[in-house]
Structures are given as C-alpha cells and as structure tokens.
C-alpha cells in the first residue's frame, strides 16, 4: 500500500508509475484479444440480375448490441451516393442460423441485439449494374466492385483486422491490392480503411505484372486484348519509371503490392475519368487506336501520386473519414491541384516528357485559372469546401480546384527555392507532411502548411495563403515566375464555343448541361442527349479546332431515338499564356531555373 501522507522516496513513485504502465498494457492487452474475428464472402448470387451477395460472419462479440454502417459514399469522388439504396434481402442470424430482427437507426446503419450471442451472420444481395469508379457492376464475364459499397463496419472496430474470401464463376480471373491470406481467392486486410479501399476486379482481363523497386505491380485491362502486348509493355515500362521518381520524393514505396486497373471502355455513370485507392488506382480510358501508353500515363502518373497525396497526406477534416457523411475540407485545392502538379513532374523527372511540357503545363495552369471568371469571386479553399454539391455534375458558377492548386504549386515551389537560394523546394515540404503528419497519425491543416513552409524558407507565408488561397487575388505572375529567370507571355486567342458541358458514355458524349442562348440551346439540343456522330465521324475523333461559325451535322440519340441536328459553334476569346526564359536572366535566376528544372 503507498501512504500518500508519508513522505515518498522518488524510486518508489518511479516502481508505482511502472506498474501503473504495466497494467494498462494488460489491459490494453485484454482488449486486443477481445477483438472482432469478422470475416466477409462476396459470390455472384444472380448473375442474370446483376447481384452480389455478400455474407458477414463476426464472432467473439462480447457486448449486448452492435452497430454495422454501410459507407454512403467512396474517398476520393465526393459524392453521397448511399450505398444502402443497392440491398436486397438484409438478414441477420445466430450461430444456429436463427432469425434476429435488425434494426435500422440511420439511413445506413442497423443495430443488432446480440443479448449474449457471440457468433452472428449477417446476408445480403447487392444490386450490381452500374459500371463506374465509385459503383459496382456484374457483367457478362467481368464483375467489379470497390469494398467500400460491399462491406459493413462495425462500429467501433474500425482498427480490427478482417479476411475476405471470393467464390468466382469457374474459370475467371481475380486480382485485389489486398494481402493474399494464403489460401486461393482468400486476402486479408489490416483494417477497415484498407479493407474498403481496396477494389476488385475478376472475369476474363489481361493481367501484367511487372516488377518496382522489388515489389510486384500489376496492369489489369478490361476487355481482353483491347489494349496490345507492345502497348501494355510501353506502358508498364513508363509507369514503372514514373513510380520511380515518385518513390525518389519520398524514399520508397509504402506498400507491399499495387494495382493498375484499367477498362478500356467509358463508365457507364457521371463516374468516369480515374479514381486512387490505398495501393490502386482505377481508370476509364478510350478503346481502341484512340488508347496510347502516351495518352493515358499522365493520368497513371497522377493517381499514382495520391498514393502518398491524400490517401497518407490527409487534411485534417478527412483524418479519420466519416463515411456516413460529407466530409468537407479547405484543403482539396492541396490534395488534388498539387497532385496535379506532381503528376506533370513525374513523367519530366522520369523522362517521360521534356522540359518543353513542363514548363507549358505550368502555363496552361495558370490560363486555366485567370480565364476563368470565377476566380474573382472564389477562392481555393471555398472551390475545395464546396465540391460536394456538384462533383460530378455542372455547377452553375464554379472553378476547378485542381487547376486553382496546380497553379499554386508551380508558383509555391518556385517562391520556396527563391526564400532559400535554391537549397529547397516543395518536395520538401511533402516530405514534412508525410513523416511528421502521416507517420505520426494525424491529418494537416492550413495552419500546418504555414508553418511548414515558414520554417523551411524563414520567410512568413501567411499573406501568400490569405491572399491566393483564402483570396481572390491574382498573383504576381511576373515576379514569380522571374524568380526562375521566366517571362509569363499573354495572347488573345479565340476558340469555339459548343455551349453544353459533357461526359464520355458509351460510344458518344452525353450533354451533362446546356447554356442558355448558347449554340447548343439554339441547336435544341437538350440535357441527357447523347452526341454518337460529329460529320459523319465519331465525336472524339473530329477536328474542331477552327469550327466556330460552320455548320456541323450532329447525330444524337433522344430517349432512344437516333435523330439529326445542326449546330453552328460560336467563338469565345481567352488568353493564351506562355512561359519564355528571359534573355538576361541572372546568374541567380538561372539557377533556380536549373533547380527547378533537375531530373
């Protein structure tokens, strides 16, 4: 017994704080044991109907109630989809295979009365008919799903481990960034978060492997022999070298695996375009001639690089996800706008493009933004807040936050090596965020990156993030890019204006928006049209640099129906942006441009 009223040698007090320490690692110890054994089994219960089904098994239940939510909507595309919507047949059994009565208390989540049952099974059909990056399909010899629409969490055990088996038809292939378990179609994942950012893909696809700093990746491409041997080693070899420099940035790779999924055939919803996961990526590319190593390894490059940008690199916001909810966030423009700019300076550093597009992207970023009218009544971080009420969809007044960040990053990296005579740059401030952020468990704010790049320059950023970020102030374009020995060149240029806004769907362009007493709307064409013929070729193939003001012969389908239409383009006026080096850059200047510009 220790008597706090007598006086207490130090020793003693160290023996007491030891031992307090010794029993809560028991007891932590305790809880460890008691964790979930929850076990997860996806077959195709009706292929004809396009269902899933999927079965829960969780034992070691040591509590009168559990809680199971289902995610309403998938990291990465901000959009409540509400997954629930897609369940058919949700029941709830003990070990004996008796009934037990679920009870729904949010949209997407069910209470479970175990009253002292250990052992419970939880069945479901899933309605699978709808291919895109953030929704499930079954097809004839394919099926495809991400775990976030499959698998439920329960709550209170994100942390704890799972297994995942797969029963496919007889004769297909599967392929998951998950851990296998050692048994056939069998993974395991570490955690719930890994668990359902983990696609899958299986059925009758070209599967690649190719070796990375001595870990296994792999191209599966959907349909079979759409995308050739020659293409496919082209590929692999490019995104192998942009991996490369990537994992330069940040001293190697943080995963055991990793997969390229890609179908070569457009998404069947608003969900098209590519999507990063965990240690996967998933993409939507052309078929056919129109599909090129050269044409789809920048978005290759780009999803490759979330990997550390906002699936480790989180905002604070995000850290850990509500998937039962929006998850807003100031920080976008970061996470997505800088993994823009990265992706443009992975394939430079992988040798992959020349120096000539670099420094050209850098410029169309910067036209993107100041051609936008947008960008003097929203700033980065409210274009960043406000992507969820219409990610997918057209806003009536918006600005790209992935263009609005990838400007910042140019005009950020090149501020840095100038604060610091060419000794920094914003990889270092990557750096900062993976081991101190990520590393140690924890999102960043803007606060954070702040203080960062103040004490990597010496210099206080506060008036660059409230002015550029916060603000709508235009940047002093000329003086930063001097910094690097850089002239920002303007030029008013003209381009056709269609009027509609569309999305790749099926073999054509469907309209996702019309302007008013725009070219589009005087041709009568109408929301959900879909726009298959362009001149009698196919929309993506036809040259319309120098249409405005001709006469162009469209075919779309109306509900169904084929019909003709006749449109005249109009013309829109931009300025065009260039970067020049200067001719008598300083020695200075040139310095940092050569910093800058290093492989």
Not at 316 to 341: Q, V
């Amino acid at each position: 017994m220790l008597h706090m009223n007598q006086p207490t040698h130090p020793s003693r007090i160290l023996q007491f704080l030891f031992f307090l320490g010794f029993v809560s690692a028991l007891l932590a110890g305790n809880v460890a044991a008691r964790q979930l054994d929850i076990r997860y089994t996806v077959s195709i219960a009706d292929a004809a109907k396009r269902q899933f089904h999927v079965k829960t098994e969780i034992s070691g239940i040591k509590q009168q109630q559990l809680d199971l939510s289902l995610p309403a909507w998938a990291p990465g595309w901000y959009v409540i989809e509400n997954y629930g919507k897609n369940i058919l047949r949700f029941t709830v059994s003990d070990a004996t295979g008796k009934r037990i009565q679920p009870r729904m208390i949010k949209k997407q989540i069910w209470r479970i009365d175990t009253n002292g049952q250990e052992k419970i099974n939880i069945d479901f059909d899933y309605r699978a008919d709808v291919l895109g990056l953030n929704q499930a399909k079954i097809g004839d010899d394919f099926a495809f799903f991400t775990g976030i629409q499959l698998f439920l969490e329960p709550l209170g055990y994100r942390n704890n481990p799972s297994t995942l088996r797969i029963d496919p038809p007889a004769g297909w292939t599967l392929i998951s960034p998950l851990e296998p378990a050692g048994q056939p179609n069998t993974f395991r994942a570490a955690d719930y978060d890994t668990l359902v950012d983990a696609p899958l893909l299986m059925g009758n696809f070209d599967l690649t492997e190719f070796q990375v700093e001595g870990k296994p990746h792999y191209f599966a491409a959907y349909p079979a022999g759409v995308f050739n041997s020659e293409k496919t080693q082209r590929f692999t070899e490019m995104l192998g070298r942009t991996i490369q420099a990537q994992s330069a940035i940040f001293g190697g790779l943080p995963y055991q695996r990793y997969v390229a999924f890609y179908f070569f055939r457009p998404a069947e919803s608003n969900a098209g375009g590519a999507l990063e996961h965990l240690n996967s990526y998933v993409a939507f590319a052309p078929a056919g001639a129109n599909s090129t190593p050269e044409s789809i390894i920048g978005t290759g490059s780009h999803e490759f690089f979330h990997l550390w940008n906002v699936k480790r690199i989180r905002p604070a916001e995000m850290w850990p996800y509500d998937y039962t909810r929006e998850n807003e966030t100031p920080l976008l423009w970061f996470s997505e706008g800088f993994t823009n700019y990265y992706g443009v300076l992975a394939t430079y550093r992988a040798g992959i493009t020349g120096k000539e597009q670099f420094i050209a992207a850098a410029a169309r970023a910067a036209a993107g933004v100041e051609n936008t009218e947008a960008r003097h009544y929203i700033s980065p971080a409210d274009s960043s807040v406000s992507t969820w009420l219409g990610y997918d969809t057209p806003l009536a007044f918006g600005i790209s936050y992935y263009t609005q960040g990838q400007n910042l990053a140019a005009l950020l990296d090149l501020s840095i090596r100038n604060d610091t005579d060419g000794k920094s740059s914003l990889d270092d401030l990557l750096r900062i965020l993976y081991n101190e952020h990520y590393r140690r468990g924890r999102g960043f704010t803007s606060d954070d990156l702040i203080a960062h790049l103040n004490k990597i320059t010496g210099k206080d950023y506060r008036a660059f993030f409230d002015d550029y970020v916060f603000g709508v102030k235009v940047p002093d374009y000329d003086k930063i890019f001097g910094y690097a020995g850089l002239r920002l060149e303007r030029k008013n240029q003209f381009t056709p204006d269609f009027g509609f806004s569309a999305r790749a769907r099926g073999q054509g362009l469907t309209l996702t928006g019309v302007e008013p007493a725009g070219a589009a709307a005087e041709a009568g064409l109408r929301t959900g049209d879909t726009i298959i013929k362009i001149d009698g070729v196919s929309p993506f193939e036809a040259r319309l640099g120098d249409s405005a003001g001709k006469t162009l012969t469209l075919v779309v389908i109306r509900s169904g129906q084929e019909m003709e239409v006749k449109l005249i383009p109009k013309s829109r006026s931009y300025v065009e942006y260039n970067l020049v080096e200067s001719e008598n850059a300083t020695p200075r200047q040139i310095n940092i441009r050569e910093g800058w510009l290093k492989r």
